[in-house]
C-alpha cells in the first residue's frame, strides 16, 4: 500500500528555514507515511532549489502568490492526503504519529501553533491562535494543513491570492481538528514588529478579509 501523504511546501527564498522543515519530515518518510514532497517556489534566487532538488522534491516554479503556490502544487499531488506547511514550520517531533492515528477520521485537521521563542508574549499570542483554531475551527497556515486530497477538490481549492488563502480554504473545508502535536514557527517577524502589535495586526487584517477588503489589497499592506 502506498504512503498516503503528499507534503506540499510554497516558497521563496526559503533557504534559512526550508533545512528545518524538512529535517523534521523525515520521521514521516521513515514511518512510511509521506508519499511525496512538492516545493512549489515563486521565483528564489538563493539556494532554495537546490535545498528542495536535493532531497528529491518535485520543484514547481510560478509566479509570486502563496494562494497560486499552493494551488499549483496540490494539482500535483497524488497522495490520498495533503500536508501542506509553510517553509518556516518545524513539526513536532512525534508528529508522524499523532498524524497516522488521525488518518482513519478522514477530517482535515491542524497542529497546534508554538514559537521559537520563549517568553510570556509568545505564549500569549500562541494559547491565543489555539484558543481561536479551536473555538472556531480557524487556524492559519502557520500550523500546518492536513487534509484528505477529496475533501481539498470538492471545497474547490486554495484561491489564487496573495493572503488569506489559507483562511478562505480552511472556510470552505468541514470544520478542522486540532491535533495534539505542535507546529514550531518562526518569530522573526513578531520579534521585529513587537509581539502585541503584530497580533493585534495580524487579527485586524483577518477582520478586514471577513468585510470583503481585497486580498490584494491586504497584501500589500501585510508586507509594510
Given at each position: 500500500?502506498?504512503?498516503?501523504?503528499?507534503?506540499?511546501?510554497?516558497?521563496?527564498?526559503?533557504?534559512?528555514?526550508?533545512?528545518?522543515?524538512?529535517?523534521?519530515?523525515?520521521?514521516?518518510?521513515?514511518?512510511?507515511?509521506?508519499?511525496?514532497?512538492?516545493?512549489?517556489?515563486?521565483?528564489?534566487?538563493?539556494?532554495?532549489?537546490?535545498?528542495?532538488?536535493?532531497?528529491?522534491?518535485?520543484?514547481?516554479?510560478?509566479?509570486?502568490?502563496?494562494?497560486?503556490?499552493?494551488r499549483?502544487?496540490?494539482?500535483?499531488?497524488?497522495?490520498?492526503?495533503?500536508?501542506?506547511?509553510?517553509?518556516?514550520?518545524?513539526?513536532?517531533?512525534?508528529?508522524?504519529?499523532?498524524?497516522?492515528?488521525?488518518?482513519?477520521?478522514?477530517?482535515?485537521?491542524?497542529?497546534?501553533?508554538?514559537?521559537?521563542?520563549h517568553?510570556?508574549?509568545?505564549?500569549?499570542?500562541?494559547?491565543?491562535?489555539?484558543?481561536?483554531?479551536?473555538?472556531?475551527?480557524?487556524?492559519?497556515?502557520?500550523?500546518?494543513?492536513?487534509?484528505?486530497?477529496?475533501?481539498y477538490?470538492?471545497?474547490?481549492?486554495?484561491?489564487?491570492?496573495?493572503?488569506?488563502?489559507?483562511?478562505?480554504?480552511?472556510?470552505?473545508?468541514?470544520?478542522?481538528?486540532?491535533?495534539?502535536?505542535?507546529?514550531?514557527?518562526?518569530?522573526?517577524?513578531?520579534?521585529?514588529?513587537g509581539w502585541?502589535?503584530?497580533g493585534?495586526?495580524?487579527?485586524?487584517?483577518?477582520?478586514?478579509?471577513?468585510?470583503?477588503?481585497?486580498?490584494?489589497?491586504?497584501?500589500?499592506?501585510?508586507?509594510?
Amino acid at each position: 500500500m502506498p504512503a498516503p501523504v503528499t507534503v506540499v511546501i510554497p516558497t521563496l527564498n526559503a533557504a534559512g528555514s526550508l533545512p528545518a522543515c524538512l529535517e523534521a519530515l523525515m520521521e514521516g518518510v521513515h514511518s512510511g507515511l509521506i508519499r511525496d514532497l512538492i516545493v512549489s517556489d515563486a521565483g528564489s534566487t538563493d539556494q532554495t532549489l537546490r535545498i528542495a532538488e536535493d532531497v528529491g522534491a518535485l520543484v514547481l516554479k510560478g509566479e509570486p502568490s502563496r494562494g497560486g503556490q499552493l494551488r499549483r502544487g496540490c494539482a500535483q499531488a497524488d497522495g490520498e492526503w495533503l500536508l501542506i506547511l509553510h517553509a518556516d514550520t518545524v513539526l513536532q517531533q512525534g508528529w508522524a504519529e499523532s498524524v497516522s492515528a488521525h488518518l482513519p477520521s478522514n477530517a482535515p485537521a491542524a497542529f497546534r501553533l508554538a514559537f521559537r521563542a520563549h517568553g510570556f508574549a509568545q505564549a500569549w499570542v500562541a494559547g491565543w491562535a489555539n484558543l481561536r483554531s479551536s473555538l472556531f475551527g480557524l487556524p492559519y497556515g502557520d500550523q500546518g494543513l492536513l487534509v484528505p486530497r477529496d475533501v481539498y477538490l470538492a471545497a474547490g481549492g486554495y484561491p489564487d491570492q496573495p493572503l488569506m488563502e489559507d483562511v478562505a480554504l480552511v472556510r470552505a473545508l468541514p470544520r478542522i481538528e486540532i491535533l495534539g502535536s505542535r507546529a514550531f514557527t518562526s518569530a522573526e517577524r513578531y520579534e521585529q514588529a513587537g509581539w502585541f502589535r503584530r497580533g493585534a495586526r495580524n487579527l485586524w487584517t483577518l477582520l478586514r478579509y471577513f468585510l470583503g477588503v481585497d486580498p490584494r489589497v491586504l497584501a500589500r499592506g501585510y508586507r509594510r
